[in-house]
């Protein structure tokens, strides 16, 4: 338990001219309370994996990315699993394109493959939230869609980013298949962060006067926090 803490301590950096306070983490707009607790709680029960149907379309999204997405769910992609099963590649064609070695599912491509997993981590960092629970593609959507809170807005948002993050892995994908390209997950947060940046700008305009803070801080600019 102690060791558990001291872990803990080491992660936070101390203010010395900001005050200490608690922050209800899942509506830092209203606080704790306990009708918003409770709300939280019987909106988890609530949700199905039906919803992640709904979730896929996005007003501020491209329609093909949401088609995209759609045929994800359902597991329609053209991954090197699908292929196999298919037979158009043969059984020893089946490897994740990101090189890891293991089979091209569509969980292991878009969940679970290292590189896509930092990936992962990379994006929950940049918007601070924390590690969702999930054992299905339709389960981490929804999790990650409700990761931020009760809040209509910060919901809509995650939900947009989770489409993008799954339009630039898959795109990434196809690029180290088709042109033997590589980019970094640095690399791809930033095609994350730009993309969600042009989608939003569209119907905010003042998004586009934030486009520098937009990278480091994105519930900022939205009025989030």
């Known amino acids: ?37 409770y709300q939280v709680l019987i909106s988890h029960a609530l949700v199905t994996m039906d919803v992640a149907d709904n979730l896929v379309w996005h007003p501020q999204v491209p329609l093909k990315v949401s088609i995209f997405a759609w045929r994800l769910l359902r597991d329609r992609l053209p991954t090197r699993v699908n292929l196999v099963t298919r037979r158009v590649l043969s059984s020893t064609a089946s490897t994740c394109a990101f090189g890891c070695h293991e089979a091209e599912s569509a969980y292991h491509l878009f969940i679970s493959c290292r590189i896509v997993s930092s990936l992962w981590d990379l994006v929950r960092a940049w918007i601070d939230i924390p590690l969702v629970d999930f054992t ?22 995650l939900q947009l980013i989770w489409l993008v993050c799954v339009w630039v892995v898959w795109a990434e994908r196809n690029h180290r298949l088709f042109t033997g390209s590589a980019e970094t997950p640095l690399i791809l947060l930033d095609k994350i962060k730009l993309f969600s940046f042009r989608w939003l700008k569209s119907t905010s305009i003042t998004l586009a006067l934030n486009y520098h803070s937009w990278w480091s801080s994105p519930m900022l600019c939205l009025g989030f926090v």
């Open 136 to 157: 299905t593609l339709r389960s981490h959507f929804i999790q990650f869609t409700f990761s931020a809170g009760v809040s209509r807005a910060r919901r809509s948002f």
């Open 1 to 37: 338990m102690l060791g558990e803490c001291q872990s803990l301590i080491l992660t936070i950096s101390l203010q010395a001219l900001s005050l200490d306070r608690w922050q209800w983490r899942l509506d830092p707009d209203a606080g704790y309370t306990v009708r918003g607790a």
